[in-house]
Structure formats: structure tokens, C-alpha cells
């Protein structure tokens, strides 16, 4: 199940990029990915900072559309992807942001 954010936050179906589902099946040990997650409307990029930064990640900035750009380990992407206010998990190559 997914890291509880708050109660106000209801869990619906994360959407996965190929890749994201690609890492999950064959994570590397000790690479990390950078990922652009969509917030829900009820998540702020404070709360979802929070969540990563207590999974060893990088939280690097918000980004336009209500996501945030981040960075974690290949071992946290699955808690990552099942954190509750995140919509989307996609890796940054697939948006197009620049390092």
C-alpha cells in the first residue's frame, strides 16, 4: 500500500511510464533515476518532498503542471510509485526536462 501523505488524500490508480514499469521489473543496485511525479490537486510538492527525501531521494524542483522533479534510487522507486497523492511516475528522458 502506499505512504500515507494524509487522511484528506484519497489513492487512486498510479499511472506508470514503460520505463518506470521497465526499472520496477529489473531495478540496477546502486543507480538512481531522476522522475517527474504529477501531484494530485490535494498534494503540495512540501508533502511529497518530505516523502522522498525520507526515502534517501533527491527532491529537486517543482515544475509546471502541479509535478515535481525528483531523483531516487532504483531500489525506492516502487515506494515512490505507490506514494498516495502521486498520479504519475514517469522518468524525466520521457517529459523532456532538462538536467
Known sequence: MGTALSDSHTRTMTYLSHTVRSL????IPGETVRLVLTLAEATTPDEVRAEVESLDGDFHRELQFDRVLVTVGHERLEAVCSLDG??????????????
Open 24 to 27: 520496477l521489473r529489473d531495478p
Open 86 to 99: 502521486v498520479t504519475e511516475v514517469e522518468t524525466d528522458a520521457v517529459v523532456g526536462y532538462p538536467s
